[in-house]
């Protein structure tokens, strides 16, 4: 019988790092296993141990099997080490907004505090629009696409120290542009909010959201993808996209595994990375940190990216 219960505690890990392969878009239950997958690590140095000093050698094996399997994948999103190259750098604060209600001073501030350059911005209102106004939003950031405020029926939004030249996206989870930075190069930059795959409209349509944003292209403008992708890097459907040509900032600078969500409003268990910078290879990634959003039920990250080669 004890045999038969750590067989069954070892299967959901094991059902985890299945999931890590699989494409996810037909099932909310493997959608979500794969978002859990980083917590195979402890779970399976547990159920090892435990097994081990059952004398069960055999599911003691398997568990231990699993750790060390799931531990590749993990771990260098803690271990990776940030770029320290010189050159022109840009901040990047992507922020999901709860529908608007976060706390449009306290980002503000956030902006103000770590001189962001651009803010990519989800669950965007009219309300919130008119809050970051009063918040002196215009002050740091005098250029913006706010989809919505347009009557389009998108909830994502970009704001920029520096001049946008041209708006290069407007897809339906998805909205992008050229920026002019302060040293006349040119930098692309999209912000995007997929569905949520457990959503009732279901996976399929998360999926096809995911993959469907700009992938990078390798030439022209560096190309940066910032937003609450509602998708870890366990889900393979996120590293295909970044296959494209794109790293993720947080594992770059050896904070992958900070959660995310939920933030200050929801204390929900167990956390996860589903918010993220995505960066175009031909840069570096100087720092990635995550900050607790007040009103927010995600936490916003920010990224410091170093563009190549000179102005």
Not at 90 to 118: I, M
Not at 185 to 204: Q, T
Not at 274 to 293: G, N, P, Q
Request: proline residues 6%; glycine residues 8%.
């Amino acid at each position: 019988m004890l045999d038969l219960i750590l067989l069954a505690l070892a299967a959901v890990p094991l059902a985890m790092l299945a999931t890590r392969f699989a494409s996810c878009k037909r099932g909310r239950p493997v959608a979500a296993l794969a978002a859990l997958f980083p917590y195979c690590v402890p779970a399976g140095c547990l159920l090892a141990a435990v097994s081990f000093a059952l004398g069960r050698w055999a599911v003691g094996g398997l568990a231990a099997t699993i750790t060390v399997l799931a531990s590749a994948f993990v771990a260098p999103r803690a271990w990776s080490q940030p770029s320290n190259s010189a050159g022109t750098s840009v901040r990047v604060l992507t922020a999901n907004l709860l529908r608007g209600r976060a706390d449009a001073a306290a980002l503000v501030e956030l902006v103000r505090e770590h001189r962001v350059d651009l803010l990519c911005l989800q669950e965007l209102t009219v309300d919130a629009v008119q809050n970051l106004k009063h918040a002196g939003l215009a002050d740091e950031m005098p250029h913006v696409l706010f989809d919505n405020v347009l009557g389009r029926g998108r909830d994502t939004g970009l704001a920029s120290r520096h001049s946008i030249v041209s708006v290069t996206a407007e897809r339906p989870y998805a909205v992008g542009g050229i920026v002019r930075l302060a040293d006349g190069r040119l930098l692309e930059v999209f912000a995007a909010h997929p569905i949520w795959p457990m959503s009732r409209k279901g996976p399929s349509l998360w999926y096809a959201a995911v993959a469907d944003l700009p992938r990078a292209v390798g030439s022209g403008p560096v190309r940066v993808l910032a937003g609450d992708l509602n998708a870890t890097l366990d889900h393979r459907v996120l590293r295909d996209l970044m296959a494209s040509g794109y790293r993720d900032a947080a594992a770059a600078a050896g904070a992958g595994l900070r959660p995310t969500w939920p933030g200050a409003v929801r204390r929900s268990w167990p956390p996860v990375t589903i918010d993220h910078v995505l960066a175009d290879l031909r840069a570096e990634v100087r720092s990635c940190s995550v900050h607790d959003l007040p009103g927010s039920d995600h936490r916003a990250v920010l990224a410091e990216i170093v563009l190549p080669g000179n102005p």
